[in-house]
T-cell receptor, first 115, second 117 residues
Framework: ETGVTQTPRHLVMGMTNKKSLKCEQH?????MYWYKQSAKKPLELMFV???????ENNSVPSRFSPECPNSSHLFLHLHTLQPEDSALYLC??????????????FGSGTRLTVV | AQTVTQSQPEMSVQEAETVTLSCTYD???????LFWYKQPPSRQMILVIR??????QNATENRFSVNFQKAAKSFSLKISDSQLGDAAMYFC??????????????FGTGTRLTIIP
């Protein structure tokens, strides 16, 4: 248990489905991130939330919709996905500057398969 | 924008031997942080070691050490006395020191390390 928990661990969904990925941390961190990890590509930053406000959105298609209801929880809502969206989705959290160590803590990811 | 390059998609090393993983990066900034992360089959990314650009001394964590060459923009990871548990994907990552409240990491494509018993 790393302190960042992601559910579900695996998800298979059809292109017309709607599903949500959940990320939870109780480390007292104020920033949370969604990354997409595809084979043989660098991790792609999708969204950043700092103090529950979205501070970055890297031109992610609107079929991905993030939600950060509080500093401990982060969701990624999925709808009408494409097969190329199949990937490992990683959540991470970090303290803000001045709160000590600047490293990320990652979850174990959700392996998403779109059929 | 910053970029991180790992030119070795795969590496292998005999158990108990030493291996070095390469990483280069491109940035116009003078202050930043560099990291090596390990991702075993469990998929969880684990921080192995980090380096602050303003520190000239190379970081060391037990069997893991880095060779940080700021002028060459090179940041290699050396693993000594390799163990079976070191088998994983290793990612090099960069973070600017100038952002606040958004500690975004830029990753390389990774190096898959195999340990040969």
């Amino acid at each position: 248990e790393t302190g960042v928990t992601q559910t579900p661990r695996h998800l298979v969904m059809g292109m017309t489905n709607k599903k949500s990925l959940k990320c939870e941390q109780h480390l007292g961190h104020n920033a949370m991130y969604w990354y997409k990890q595809s084979a043989k590509k660098p991790l792609e930053l999708m969204f950043v939330y700092s103090l529950e406000e979205r501070v970055e959105n890297n031109s992610v298609p609107s079929r991905f919709s993030p939600e950060c209801p509080n500093s401990s929880h982060l969701f990624l809502h999925l709808h009408t996905l494409q097969p190329e969206d199949s990937a490992l989705y990683l959540c991470a959290s970090s303290p803000q500057r001045g709160q000590g160590d600047y490293g990320y803590t990652f979850g174990s990811g959700t392996r998403l398969t779109v059929v | 924008a910053q970029t991180v390059t790992q030119s070795q998609p795969e590496m292998s090393v005999q158990e108990a031997e030493t291996v070095t993983l390469s990483c280069t990066y491109d940035t116009s900034e003078s202050d930043y942080y560099l990291f090596w992360y390990k991702q075993p089959p469990s998929r969880q990314m684990i921080l192995v070691i980090r380096q602050e650009a303003y520190k000239q001394q190379n970081a060391t964590e037990n069997r893991f050490s880095v060779n940080f060459q700021k002028a060459a923009k090179s940041f290699s990871l050396k693993i000594s006395d390799s163990q079976l548990g070191d088998a994983a994907m290793y990612f090099c990552a960069y973070r600017s020191a100038y952002t606040f409240g958004n500690e975004k990491l830029t990753f390389g494509t990774g190096t898959r390390l195999t340990i040969i018993p």
